[in-house]
């Protein structure tokens, strides 16, 4: 691996102990952004976000701001 690529370090909510499988993985150690993708389609596409809006839109989560 070359010093400029990424391991992806994909990481489950803590919330998604069901057996739903709606789930989304982040790749959390992304030094650039926060790639997130489908738990069921782990060789599928991923959709990357700023960091900031990522983090706004975890924040309005948590506050049940977005239902």
Not at 2 to 19: L, Q, V
Not at 38 to 67: C, E, I, M, N, Q
């Amino acid at each position: 691996m070359k010093r400029s690529e990424h391991a992806p370090d994909w990481r489950k909510s803590s919330h998604s102990g069901g057996n739903s499988g709606d789930c989304l993985e982040v790749d959390a150690a992304h030094p650039t952004a926060v790639p997130v993708r489908d738990s069921k389609r782990l060789t599928g596409p991923s959709v990357a976000f700023d960091p900031g809006a990522w983090a706004s839109f975890t924040t309005a989560v948590r506050a049940g701001d977005l239902s």
